[in-house]
């Protein structure tokens, strides 16, 4: 097998940076880990899908990235500085370069402002430029995400979904942020909308150099526009790697029940459905007490290894990461 | 073969204090016995009405016209009286979300139970072993003590499981699905429309299932009806979708998708925005303004021709075999 250059050799640099990032609740029930032990590399102008379950941690994990949310262990560096030492007071300038477009954009756009206003918004809020030079930037920003000059001065109830999340990513623009955090951005749009928001998202990623971290449960999405992808599985980072690659191959028995079943065209129809069980038995969170694989309970491949050891995150020949001690039988081209 | 749903010239109109919607535009339809047809559309399709209108559930601002013929009688037609011995016993429906549709201070046994004890069709204890025999059957474990438990105590994917054992236990011979996946994981999903599919097959019974995810109705179902406008434009057995698809929409939609056996790259898309609740329907083409193949005729409303065997397209212009 050819291997491709490292990443690292085309490097900009490292932008963001969890290590060790754990992040628990007390619920009645207990401790819950929504993260645990969870280390992310975000590299200037790389684009990383973050991909799981329900209650696999992903929103958990991008709070924390946008400085919402703070671990309980671990440290969150942003652009050489350990963010997650700092004083909730001097957190503005970096929760600056950290922008964010939710999954509804009516909900997430204030409705008794204009178009316009909602993207000048957040420049007011910064106290960045006069309102002359705010509307500049806004009317620039609106142009690139492709809304005409027709849209400026309506409401956002009054223009389509479609629309209402060009205006949200151009909000999220406007403070230049240095990544952008887009959590299920365009699970609620029609697909022949959701594929010119796609295109865009490509566009300003090589046009303006972004980069973002994509969380979405549609797999085909995240291929589609992210570099790396990361598999999380109650808390845990299970696999990691280059999205063409993991997609291609996956390697851990979790990654592979997920990528056989995305429902998916190709040159002549459609994929078939998996055939018998991808998993067994249901999603038990056993996470915080047990000591074995989390994934133990649900695999059909597990040992009894599984059940006492928990399987580091390592990586494997070709630079990828998982965490499965059975990840080279697995994975039909690793080694 | 004879068919056990037959639509005819359905239309749906919705009227407000003077605001008039019109949802469904004359649909025709028909689903032979056993067979699983699915309903694709965007949002403010119509699909959805389409779903409740068969299942006469639509809310009282709502005026229906034409035919629905199940099993040779015009439901439309039927007094309510009769119209609810057929609902939950011949027609059972799922719905996207289990939670919002299942009582949270009840037993799921209980709920499970109630079309059989609601219509006669046993005594409780007869009940009960049938519905733990469902619950088995759908894939849950342990049903006899699963029985007795609360819906909080069911994740998302068993109380769909569940849904299906209710909508299963008067052995309808039509099952209504409507987006009943959507709010599921990917792992899960695949696991309910592995476990539609054989129940389907082993009991012989007829399926509509309403999605707006077009892979998903291609793995589903035999033929698929893909809506627009509330007009069925084109009507096409399901392992041809990709080959044979002549409406340019659908060829339009199945290219914006994105795949996962090809290398990225930029993604076709529709221009324009699909046609939005409320919005008057042009008098030609519903698709016209956002075709790219549009032509003077397309000002006049193409009827839903057959191009070849359960295969129908209303295009004036259909797209040819591989073509885009």
């Known amino acids: 097998m050819i291997r491709e250059p490292a990443r690292s050799d085309l490097d900009l640099g490292i932008l963001a940076r969890l290590h060790n990032v754990t992040k628990a609740y007390h619920t009645r029930h207990g401790e819950l880990l929504a993260c645990d032990q969870i280390n992310l590399t975000v590299r200037k102008g790389g684009s990383v899908g973050i991909v799981g379950e329900s209650g696999s941690g992903k929103s958990t994990l991008v709070r924390i990235l946008q400085l919402i949310v703070r671990p309980t262990e671990g440290e969150v560096w942003l652009d050489e500085v350990r963010v997650s030492s700092l004083p909730e007071r001097k957190l503005k300038p970096y929760r600056r370069n950290v922008q964010f477009v939710a999954q509804d954009p009516f909900g997430s756009l204030f409705p008794h402002m204009t178009v316009i206003q909602n993207v000048m918004e957040p420049l007011y809020v910064h106290g960045i430029g006069d309102r002359t030079s705010r509307e500049g930037i806004a009317l620039a920003l609106l142009e690139q995400v492709g809304l005409s000059s027709d849209h400026l001065f309506v409401y956002p109830h009054e223009i389509s979904g479609g629309q209402q999340q060009r205006v949200a990513i151009a909000r999220a623009l406007s403070l230049s942020p240095q990544l952008l955090i887009l959590d299920e951005a365009v699970a609620s749009l029609d697909v022949s909308i959701q594929a010119q928001v796609l295109n865009l998202l490509q566009e300003l990623k090589k046009g303006l150099g972004l980069t973002f971290v994509f969380v979405s449960h549609n797999l085909a999405v995240i291929r589609q526009i992210c570099d790396e992808t990361v598999v999380m599985y109650l808390g845990r980072i299970v696999e990691q790697g280059n999205s063409r690659e993991l997609f291609r191959n996956p390697s851990h028995p979790y990654t592979q029940a997920l990528v056989r079943s995305i429902p998916a065209f190709t040159a002549t129809g459609v994929t078939p459905l998996p055939p018998g069980k991808l998993m067994t038995g249901e999603l038990v969170n056993s996470s915080g007490t047990s000591q074995g694989c989390s994934y133990y309970p649900r695999c059909p491949f597990a040992e009894r290894v599984c059940l006492n050891e928990n399987p580091e995150l390592r990586q494997l020949r070709d630079g990828r990461w998982v965490s499965c001690h059975f990840a080279e039988r697995l994975g039909a081209f690793s080694e | ?324």
């Open chain 2, 1 to 324: 073969m004879t068919d056990l749903l037959k639509i005819e010239d359905l239309h749906v109109v919705f009227s407000s204090t003077g605001t008039v919607v019109r949802a469904l535009n004359g649909l025709d339809l028909s689903l032979p016995v056993g067979h699983a047809i699915a309903i694709v559309g965007e949002s403010g399709s119509g699909k959805s009405t389409l779903a409740s209108a068969i299942m006469r559930i639509l809310p009282s601002t709502s005026s229906t016209s034409g035919r629905v013929l199940f099993d040779g009688q015009d439901l439309l037609g039927l007094p309510s009286k009769e119209m609810r011995l057929i609902r939950g016993r011949s027609i059972s429906m799922i719905f996207q979300n289990p939670t919002m549709y299942l009582n949270p201070t009840k037993t799921v046994g209980q709920q499970i139970i109630e079309p059989l004890l609601y219509h006669h069709l046993a005594t409780p204890a007869q009940a009960r072993k049938k519905a733990i025999d469902l619950l088995d059957q759908v894939g849950i474990p342990d049903p006899d003590h699963r029985f007795r438990n609360y819906p909080f105590e069911f994740s998302g994917g068993m109380l769909q499981r569940a849904m299906i054992a209710m909508a299963l236990i008067t052995d309808p011979k039509l099952l209504i699905a409507d987006e009943p996946t959507t709010a599921l994981d990917v792992t899960v999903q695949a696991e309910i429309l592995v476990l539609l599919k054989a129940l389907r097959k082993d009991r012989g019974m007829s399926l509509i299932f309403v999605t707006h995810d077009l892979a998903v109705a291609a793995q589903i179902a035999d033929e698929i009806y893909v809506m627009y406008g509330g007009l069925v434009v084109e009507h096409i057995n399901s392992s041809k979708i990709v080959t044979e698809r002549a409406h340019p929409y659908l060829g339009g939609l199945i290219r914006s998708i994105p795949r996962v056996d090809v290398d990225p790259g930029p993604l076709y898309f529709i221009p324009g925005q699909p046609i939005r609740v409320g919005e008057e329907l042009p008098p030609g083409c519903v698709f016209a303004a956002r075709c790219q193949y549009r032509q003077p005729i397309c000002k006049e409303r193409p009827a839903l021709l057959p191009v070849s065997q359960s295969h129908d397209v209303a295009c004036w212009l259909p797209l040819k075999e591989g073509s885009a």
